[in-house]
T-cell receptor
């Protein structure tokens, strides 16, 4: 079945450091890929998405590229801030041809990011 | 506007109480979801409504009873819960057929005593 594997955390960085959070997936079809962020005490916010191979999603300085050949969707940011401290979830949803699943999301385990000033 | 609202924000209930969680969205989405999230874990899917009909029940105990009165509202009725049901309950919505991106509410933090 479909699944998502995220790098283990926690990740601790100094402000302005470069961030990479690895995410790989297993899917039988053509999934859409997402990164969600969860700040302490809050719900999940959609950070970025990509719906087909080679698409690059970007938002708030974060980027991720849908790599079909390596089945990966790694999250990157060139210079993190203290305000980026949160839990990041990689997720996939089956592609347009699998409508019967009603957009079931498969989440990775989540990666806790802490950024120190 | 990509807002999903949930009430209440916090809820403490005893094991014999009956309470309800509410969720509302005004994005015109026709799919709505309930998730349960324990600390330091990803959300776990509980129920999916599509066009106001229950489409997926992930073998959730009957003490949780969902309801979708109309396309904008989703309720979760709670009765005779157990302490292990304490968690963050998240509502989400999406528009079927559009990359299946889901928009989440802020959640209700439930404590069962």
């Amino acid at each position: 079945g479909d699944s998502v594997t995220q790098m283990e955390g926690p990740v601790t960085l100094s402000e302005e450091a470069f961030l990479t959070i690895n995410c790989t997936y297993t899917a039988t079809g053509y999934p859409s890929l997402f990164w969600y962020v969860q700040y302490p005490g809050e719900g999940l916010q959609l950070l970025l998405k990509a719906t087909k191979a080679d698409d690059k999603g970007s938002n708030k300085g974060f980027e991720a590229t849908y790599r079909k050949e390596t089945t990966s969707f790694h999250l990157e940011k060139g210079s993190v801030q203290v305000s980026d401290s949160a839990v990041y979830f990689c997720a996939l949803s089956e592609g347009m041809g699998r409508g019967s699943t009603l957009g079931r999301l498969y989440f990775g385990r989540g990666t806790q990011l802490t950024v120190w000033p | 506007d990509t807002e999903v609202t949930q009430t209440p924000k916090h809820l403490v209930m005893g094991m014999t109480n009956k309470k309800s969680l509410k969720c509302e969205q005004h994005m015109g989405h026709r799919a709505m979801y309930w998730y349960k999230q324990k600390a330091k874990k990803p959300p776990e899917l509980m129920f999916v409504y599509s066009y106001e009909k229950l489409s997926i029940n992930e073998s959730v105990p009957s003490r949780f009873s969902p309801e979708c009165p109309n396309s904008s509202l989703l309720n979760l009725h709670l009765h005779a819960l157990q302490p292990e049901d304490s968690a963050l309950y998240l509502c989400a919505s999406s528009q079927p057929g559009q990359a299946y991106e889901q928009y989440f509410g802020p959640g209700t933090r439930l404590t069962v005593t």
